[in-house]
């Protein structure tokens, strides 16, 4: 089942030089495609639309002014089952419980930086890719 998820390397990905890195895992993937590819630093509606689940929660102003601090990547990626083997391959939320060969247990320490956001379903993929490529076709 081919799909399209919406992924961000987010700032600490981009500042710690971690592009090629991790664009390279997902490029190796056999089958999977970038389909679009953009830097840029994301601007506070932007943020409060993609994270609105979280709203209220303790984590959410600090994860809203961590994301707008400097250049994210913006990548939509199509393949089987792609939107499930992001998040494999992304690792869980805490990158200390995340095992080492996932992106966030390879690089990441702290819970907020952890490197990478992916859609977590076919829900949340519709939605996440058209707030940050609302021309893709
Ligand atoms: P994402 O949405 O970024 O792909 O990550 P996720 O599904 O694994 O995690 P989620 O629960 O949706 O949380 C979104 C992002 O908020 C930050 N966070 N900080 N306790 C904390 O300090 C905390 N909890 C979550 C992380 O950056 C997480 O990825
Ligand atoms: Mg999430």
New binding site residues.
Partial sequence: MSQRTLVLL?PDAVARGLIGEIVGRVERKAGWRIVAMELRTLDRATLETH?AE?VGRP?YE??LDFMASGPSVALVVEGERVIEGLRAL?G??DPIAAAPGSIRGDFGTI????L???S?SEESADRELKIFFPGLV
């Fill in positions: 987010k994270y979280h984590f600090p994860l992304a869980p939320t819970v907020r930086e952890n990478i956001h992916a977590d």
